[in-house]
């Protein structure tokens, strides 16, 4: 399985791709956006130049591996791929519009892949009619860096799909996990509640954002507080995936906390826009 196509550039997408070219895939990188895919490759560039620096890539690798990697807006450039891993934003119209156009272009043969971190695979695999071929790999953020993979068997997902994209996975230096769909699936199903939760700690005044991060890293051994890595992940993307919880399992405690709708509502998004539940610089 050596043709692989990403759909969106973005910080996951880019560092599939990256993952997948330096394990020696020719890989297609496709977005709507030109200038995505720009600071896409500059991005890919600019991480492994630091892997050069850590001894863990030779100095010519990365001109090898940026070599594998095509970019383009066309969803053409994936009708030649075995396996096209969707990486959009986390928005089910988007998704579903994505995957109707793939099915459509790609061999009879080609597994479908989602991103997503919370989103039904089975929804997903509906918009096709390839069923037994949609799965999910949820990659975990920074692709490169860590080893995760989820992965997510809709309702009619095959054995063999399964299989080839367990398989697949190790080879990629990673450590995939076979889970069923539910809402959030297992990562987020059980991190957002406690992401949520230390909102509600902020939102109560039980404590400041830096003494309850402190008292998860100190007393939880826990390498990053619940909130900086809300702040890391994206405030919208953690709201994104509460009502996905919220609405799909229908219990109030996967509900938002009201300061998490207000500080989305503000723009204060996190790491990306610059501030979160702490500051950060451009």
């Known amino acids: 399985m050596s043709n692989i196509a990403v759909i969106g550039s973005g910080t996951m997408g880019n560092g599939i791709a990256h993952v997948f070219a330096q394990h020696g895939h020719d890989v297609a990188l496709i977005d709507v956006s030109e200038p995505a895919l720009a600071r896409a490759r500059t991005t890919i560039s600019g991480n492994l130049e630091r892997q050069v620096k850590k001894g863990t890539l030779s100095p010519e690798a990365p001109a090898e591996i940026l070599d594998r990697i095509r970019t383009g807006t066309d969803f053409a450039l994936a009708a030649q791929a075995t ?5 959009a934003s986390e928005n089910p119209a988007i998704k579903f519009d994505i995957f109707t156009s793939l099915d459509a272009i ?20 509906a918009k096709t009619k390839r069923a037994p071929q949609v799965i999910g790999m949820h ?35 990673k450590t995939p996990v076979e889970v069923n769909d539910y809402p959030g699936f297992v990562s987020n199903r059980v991190l957002m509640p406690m992401i949520n939760e230390a909102i509600y700690c902020v ?44 609405d799909g399992l229908g219990d109030d ?30």
């Open 83 to 87: 396996l096209v891993i969707e990486a």
């Open 139 to 173: 990659f975990m953020n920074p692709v490169p860096v860590m080893t995760l993979v989820e992965v997510i068997r809709g309702h009619a997902t095959s054995d063999e799909t399964t299989r080839t994209v367990m398989e697949l996975s190790t080879a990629l230096g």
């Open 106 to 125: 790609c061999s009879a043969e080609a597994i479908l892949a989602s991103n997503t971190s919370s989103i039904s695979i089975t929804e997903i695999a």
């Open 253 to 282: 405690k996967y509900r938002a906390c009201p300061l998490l709708r207000k500080m989305v509502a503000a723009g204060d998004l996190g790491r990306k826009s610059g501030k979160g539940f702490y500051a950060y610089g451009k």
């Open 203 to 246: 939102f109560e005044g039980v404590a400041t954002p830096e003494a309850i991060d402190t008292v998860m890293k100190l007393g939880m051994a826990h390498p990053m507080g619940p909130l900086a890595l809300a702040d890391f992940i994206g405030l919208d993307v953690c709201l994104a995936i509460l009502n996905v919880l919220h």
